[in-house]
């Protein structure tokens, strides 16, 4: 073989390992997973919470996780990029939003384990009544399950997540019933 045709069959070999290399490397990546457990309707003034975990459902620990929060005409009201706890769990506070319809993004972009992961949501926000101490407002609804808790200082409403002492989230179901999500 004359040196062109050599120099040709190493340089394509080259390439093919190369690309073999870069498509293994990503094909061997987990697949992780965002749970989004403040979903639905909530009120203004609570935390907004997200659980990344491995396929396996082991948590993703100190891990960066970036949350966008869209208003109804895609103006960005929220982006931050907060890490994960050792149980997963990344929370913002949902202070200075008003009451509206909202689209969350919540993007894990990758490490050298796992691939990169986005999760879309609808979340509605409703206002927080519980400074309004005025009798003759009436366009209010009335959350039947919430009541006021003196360790929180506050009224708690229905749906609300709440870190307790015990270092683990809880959703309000209404009466003061809850139900440990993490």
């Known amino acids: 073989m004359d040196k062109k045709t050599i120099i040709l069959l190493m340089a394509i070999i080259a390439i093919i390992l190369v690309a073999g290399a870069l498509l293994m490397t990503n094909t061997f990546k987990q697949e992780p997973k965002i749970d989004i457990v403040t979903n639905g309707t909530v009120h203004t003034n609570t935390t907004f919470l997200v659980k990344s975990t491995a396929s396996n459902n082991t948590s993703l620990a100190n ?58 949501e609808k979340l509605e926000i409703v206002e927080d009544t519980s400074e309004d101490t005025s009798p003759d407002d009436t366009s209010t609804t009335v959350d039947e399950g919430a009541y006021y808790s003196e360790q929180a200082g506050r009224t708690i409403y229905t749906g609300e997540v709440e870190l307790a002492p015990d270092g683990h989230y809880w959703k309000h179901l209404g009466h003061n019933e809850w139900v440990k999500i993490d």
Do not use: P
């Open 63 to 120: 891990e960066n996780i970036s949350i966008e929060i869209l208003d109804n005409k895609s103006k960005t009201v929220i982006n931050e990029e907060v890490k994960t706890n050792e149980r997963g769990e990344a929370a913002i506070e949902l202070t200075n939003i008003s009451e509206g319809n909202y689209t969350v993004n919540v993007t894990f972009e990758g490490n050298d384990e796992f691939k990169e992961c986005v999760v879309e």
